[in-house]
């Protein structure tokens, strides 16, 4: 068996190392990469991913994988090899079922966070209920709003209200249209508009207000879950949504992207300076 695929992958040499040098392409692989990440309980994933993982699952964990480790070598996170394995059981039990890109991502980004942490000191689990609920258009929608450049229109010294929401002074309005694109399928299998096909329901306005209606139970759900604080529905939903954030769903954005920035107000202005890279204003912003 070649060196790099020995136990050795698991102890002896550095872990940043054994992440990088990790199978991507079969079971054993993923049995690695958690082991790698979690010594601890090595041998256990090992047995449980063989005895309790099928084809279909398989597959995900080993997408999931990749995009922690590519997370994980992005942002040079140097793994402490005591991830928290009550996370990873969660991913395995849980995210494991998901083939959405997106969401498996937002998998990846609280196992990059949660390499670099002792299991101790690490509060991963936190965001896997929110997140294990999230449907492909909700992670998208959540995605869209916080990446958004007018986000973090936010001067200093940035203030949250009582309610633990900020207010972007570049208010965050989506068209129908906007909203709807988050939907990653064929528009026509879930707005009940007969005959009408996913282009004619994006093109024909006097059909918005149906469409946008049949996404509002899964809008208003994040603000349950306390992801978004507020949605108004501009003119009954035909105009359009208004969305106002809050830190707890910022906060949830930022993890699942694999970053853990704190106090939260500190990761706006990271997101500023992000903003400042790529030359845009968020105060001037505009959607074209």
Known sequence: MPADNSLDILGTKPLAKAVEKVTEKSIDGVGA????????????????????????????????????????????????????????????????????????????????VASSKRAVADDSLVYTYPLK????????????????????????????????????????????????????GDLSSIVPIANSTHEKTLSTENDHGIAISRFRPQIEALVTLGLFHEVHFLNHGSNGVRVYPSLKGLDFYMRCLGYSIYPVEAFILTLQHWCQLRGIDPFTYQET
């Open 33 to 112: 990469f958690f082991g790698a990440i979690c010594m601890p309980a090595a041998e256990e994933f090992g047995l449980l991913l063989r005895d309790k993982v099928a084809t279909f699952r398989r597959k995900n964990l080993e997408s999931i994988a990749n995009k922690s480790r590519e997370k994980i070598n992005h942002q040079k996170l140097e793994p402490t090899g005591d991830a928290n394995p009550l996370l990873l059981r969660q991913i395995i039990e849980d995210a494991s079922w998901t083939e959405d890109p997106s969401i498996q991502s937002m998998w990846a980004g609280l196992l990059a």
């Open 133 to 184: 609920l999230l449907t492909p258009f909700q992670a998208r929608l959540i995605n869209r709003i916080y990446s958004d450049p007018r986000c973090c229109s936010v001067k200093q010294p940035i203030a949250s209200h009582s309610e633990s929401v900020f207010y972007p002074e570049n208010k965050l309005i989506y068209s129908v249209v906007d909203v709807l694109k988050q939907f990653p």
